[in-house]
């Protein structure tokens, strides 16, 4: 039997790997202006926006790709029946570019779709692994106080249940 190397591990693009993405999380967390609760919150969003929106901007233009074909091929297939129906002298003279557009939309839609679904999921994993990681270097860094009435089942959802759903957010649209 053989067994798993680190050679078989999928290689992280550098832009996403954890060091990284915390440190360009700090550095526009930082440079974000003030402090107060309801500017914190805003601020954190803003920082999570700056660092997922290389990915998900692009994502949301695939599916814009995806939404016009999918209104143009019901558009296209009854164009094609009516010069059917109509069963002229030249149906394939005029029933051919319609049949082309067909197959065109048809491919746009899948590269769409596919390439949508990646870059949604690619930002769902940078925004997961930000959020992860900057919770455990938060709770790391904790004095005893501070750690005081927080169980490990909280920083458990926390990180755990609640990154997931910034995730799977980013994967809804």
């Known amino acids: 039997g053989q067994y798993l190397t680190t050679n078989d591990l999928y290689v992280v693009p550098r832009d996403m790997q954890s060091k990284k993405l915390v440190q360009k999380f700090d550095q526009i967390y930082r440079n974000n202006g003030s ?11 803003w920082t ?27 558009l296209l297939v009854r164009e094609l029946l009516e010069v059917l129906e109509r069963n002229e002298d030249n149906v394939v003279k005029r ?6 557009a067909i197959f065109v939309v048809s ?14 999921l690619k930002t769902g994993v940078v925004l997961r692994a930000t ?6 270097q938060h709770v790391m860094h904790l004095s005893p106080e ?13 990180v755990a249940v609640d990154a997931q759903k910034l995730f799977e957010v980013t994967q809804e649209g």
């Open 95 to 100: 029933g051919m570019p319609i049949a082309i």
């Open 107 to 120: 491919l746009l839609n899948g590269f769409g779709n596919h390439r949508h679904r990646h870059l949604a």
């Open 131 to 136: 959020v992860v990681n900057e919770l455990y």
């Open 146 to 158: 501070g750690k005081k009435g927080l169980t490990s089942g909280e920083v458990t959802n926390l």
């Open 48 to 74: 999570l926006w700056k660092i997922g929106a290389s990915n998900y901007i692009p994502a949301g233009f695939c599916e814009l790709l995806v939404v016009l074909c999918g209104t143009a091929l019901p």
């Open 35 to 45: 402090t107060s609760a309801a500017s914190s919150r805003r601020k954190l969003l």
